[in-house]
Structures are given as structure tokens and as C-alpha cells.
């Protein structure tokens, strides 16, 4: 081939452009899927939770969670009259194996399940050093594996303690809210399969999501509202022991 | 005196930090990822890579699309807000994978004494509205389904003894 420098200097741009598409790399998987639609968070309702820990058990299915490692998980709190400030919470591996029967007893019991709070403002999110933890333009908090150096800053800064290392990846791991799931318009794994409805995803910028219709009737709360972190993670029914 | 006399000294150092500095930028440039920045301090290829990750839960819809039967006995009764994953456990290969026209991968059926247990055994921690049996005193260990139709599982009148 006989390239002179005039043919040499005009096929540079195209050159250049080729290569950016190479470094651009694949589109996304979901091309129907509008980022700015949507602002993803979750309803629990406290009073409906049975302790099941089907939740559990399919997240760790769904995202092949490391056994002893939770993105979800759910505490049984047993509060008694006399003594409201100190419940006695158990999760015995997470709730994953359901929970001991409890007998007849004085005060109160109840389930909390608990998971990412995919927080507005997320203390975890502002301390990365190098910009591999993000909340994503739809709302969900989410972790760049390949670019996370593990060195554990966000597991500390969570104030709800839902992150943590994968002891093979090495890198900071956490409730994704079944990204992959969501964006091809299914449901989270843990709501898929809660068989009383106590988790329910919801879509908050979704005008016929019924999670409007719900906050506006129901007292609901959030966890550690003094931390203002403001998750999208509301609780219904959620009593004032739970810390 | 002449504050320029001595400016010819400075050429070459102005020359090494414009260097300098574009060797940084190059090396910048070259080691940050093409989609970092595109919606905010984080690479934005990254979205797509999590999106892209393998789904084991097929979903009920994907389960009623061939077990539409079922999906109406269930409709009907009590377990009609179960969804068929939460019993039969993660199905998406038995929905996904077929090989001539048939599922490859046959599901198992569960275990009804662990299953319904898990979420019917009496304990004072479940809300009191929930039905709850304590096994031994209300079938003496006469396995769930003998009675209940785990997908309708109200007993009809005219089944009842």
C-alpha cells in the first residue's frame, strides 16, 4: 500500500475516532432503561415481617453474598415493659435460617429487616478516595468493583453497617438493590420473594408507584434520621427502641 | 539597574514546567477511564457492568407465562401474594434454558415440612394476625399438604372432615 503523508494526515482523525469508540467500551445492557425516570429506594412494614428470612436467603442466592456476609438481613427485637431502652435483638446468621420460637412472654417482639438505605446524602459515598463508590442518577448506592481498592473507608462510614469487604474480591461489597434486576423492570430478589409483602421496592419518581399513596396515610420513619443521611429506606410501624 | 537583564535564565525553566505539565495531563489522560466523569466523581461504565450481572430469579411473570394454571388456582386463594420463586426457590435457568422446545433444568419439589414451617410455626415473636399452628398439636405430624393445597391452601368445605 502506498500511503503518502497527505493520505497519512487525513486518515488520522478517523483513526483517533475509532479508537475512542474502542475505549468507550459496550453500551449499557438495558437500552430501554431511562436513568432519569426513575429514583429507586423500599417500603417495610414492620407489622407484616414474619422472620422468615426468605429476604436473606435470596439475596445471597441472587448476588452470591459469601456465607457470614449480609447485603440484607433481619433482627428480631424483643422488648419487654420494663425496659424499653435495652431491647434484646438476636439475627442469628442474619435470620438466614429463620428464628428460634419464641414462647409466650412479657413485652413486645418484632422483626426489622434490614438492608442498604441507598441515602441521599451517603457518608459512605463522600469519604471514597477514589470515586468507586457513587449513588447513581436513578438513586441507587452502588460500588465499582474494578476500581475499588478495598481499603474499607466506606464500611466505616456507613452508620448503618451495611457494607463490607468480600473476602475474595477484596473490594467493598454491599445491597446493590438488585441493579441488575431493576433495570429490566423486575422486582429485587428479597421483595420477589417476601411471601407477606413487608418489602416492597418502590419507584419514588414514579407518579402511580403506590408508595405515595402510603407515605401520605401511614406514620412512617426512617433509620437514624439524626444522622441525615435521608435514606430511601422507610420503615413503617417502626417502633422507637429500634436503634 | 535592569529587573530584565537576567531573563534569558528562565527560559529553560519555564520550558521544563510546560513539559512537566503536559506530560501529567498525557499520563492523566491516558490511565483515567473514557467514561469517568460522565455523570459525576466515578466512572459511569461502571452502571452498565452492574447492570450486566446474571439473574437467578426469574420473576412470576416469567413463571405465569407457561404455568398459567397455576398462576389462577394461586389468584383465587390465600397464597395469591406468594410469589412462585419464594417457595420453588431461584428458577431463572428453568425458565431461560431449554433445549428442544422443553426446560432443561427440572425444578425440585421443596421440602413442605421445612417450607411451610419456616413461615406457619407458632412463635409469640410473628404478628398475631399471621396464621400460625403449632404442628404437633394441630396435625400430629401428618404432613402439610395431606390436607392444604399449597396453592390454595384454604381448606373447602366440602374437603373438610
Known amino acids: 500500500m502506498n500511503l503518502t503523508r497527505r493520505h497519512f494526515m487525513v486518515l488520522l482523525p478517523a483513526a483517533a475516532v475509532a479508537w475512542e469508540s474502542v475505549l468507550a467500551g459496550t453500551p449499557a445492557a438495558a437500552p430501554n432503561y431511562k436513568l432519569t425516570d426513575h429514583w429507586w429506594g423500599m417500603l417495610i412494614d414492620i407489622s407484616k415481617c414474619i422472620g422468615c428470612g426468605n429476604c436473606v436467603r435470596a439475596c445471597q442466592t441472587e448476588n452470591d453474598v459469601p456465607d457470614g456476609f449480609f447485603r440484607t438481613w433481619v433482627e428480631r427485637y424483643h422488648v419487654t415493659d420494663t425496659n424499653l431502652e435495652r431491647p434484646q435483638v438476636i439475627s442469628p446468621d442474619g435470620g438466614k435460617g429463620g428464628f428460634p420460637i419464641a414462647a409466650e412472654d412479657e413485652g413486645k417482639y418484632f422483626f426489622v429487616p434490614k438492608l442498604c438505605n441507598h441515602c441521599v446524602d451517603s457518608p459512605c459515598t463522600q469519604v471514597c478516595p477514589v470515586g468507586a463508590t457513587f449513588i447513581s442518577p436513578d438513586g441507587v448506592v452502588l460500588v465499582d468493583q474494578s476500581y475499588c481498592l478495598g481499603c474499607a473507608y466506606c464500611v466505616q462510614a456507613c452508620p448503618y453497617g451495611c457494607r463490607y469487604i468480600h473476602p475474595e474480591k477484596h473490594s467493598a461489597d454491599k445491597c446493590t438493590l438488585c441493579y441488575h434486576r431493576i433495570t429490566k423492570g423486575l422486582n429485587t430478589a428479597c421483595c420477589e420473594n417476601c411471601p407477606t409483602g413487608a418489602r416492597q421496592l418502590a419507584d419514588l419518581k414514579d407518579p402511580n408507584d403506590p408508595i405515595h399513596a402510603f407515605l401520605k396515610t401511614h406514620a412512617v420513619q426512617v433509620l437514624k434520621p439524626q444522622m441525615a443521611t435521608t435514606p430511601k429506606v422507610f420503615y413503617n410501624q417502626l417502633d422507637g427502641s429500634v436503634r | ?161
Do not use: W
Not at chain 2, 388456582?73 to 428453568?94: D, F, I, P, S
Open chain 2, 1 to 161: 539597574m535592569n529587573l530584565f537583564k537576567d531573563v534569558g535564565h528562565l527560559f529553560r525553566f519555564v520550558a521544563l514546567f510546560i513539559v512537566g505539565t503536559l506530560v501529567i495531563l498525557g499520563l492523566r489522560a491516558a490511565f483515567t477511564p473514557r467514561s469517568f466523569g460522565q455523570y459525576g466523581h466515578y466512572r459511569g461504565a461502571a452502571l452498565g457492568d452492574i447492570a450486566a450481572h446474571p439473574v437467578h430469579f426469574a420473576g412470576h411473570q416469567a413463571c405465569e407465562v407457561c404455568h398459567a394454571d397455576v398462576a389462577e388456582t394461586k389468584a383465587k386463594g390465600k397464597h395469591a401474594h406468594v410469589n412462585c420463586e419464594a417457595c420453588h426457590g431461584a428458577q431463572a435457568r428453568h425458565a431461560y434454558d431449554f433445549t428442544n422446545g422443553s426446560a432443561t433444568i427440572k425444578p425440585v419439589l421443596p421440602d413442605t415440612a421445612v417450607l411451610c414451617a419456616r413461615c406457619h410455626a407458632a412463635s409469640a415473636a410473628k404478628p398475631k394476625s399471621f396464621p400460625q399452628v403449632n404442628a404437633a398439636d394441630h396435625s400430629g405430624g401428618v404432613p402439610c399438604q395431606t390436607c392444604h393445597q399449597p396453592h390454595s391452601p384454604a381448606i373447602a368445605a366440602g374437603d373438610a372432615k
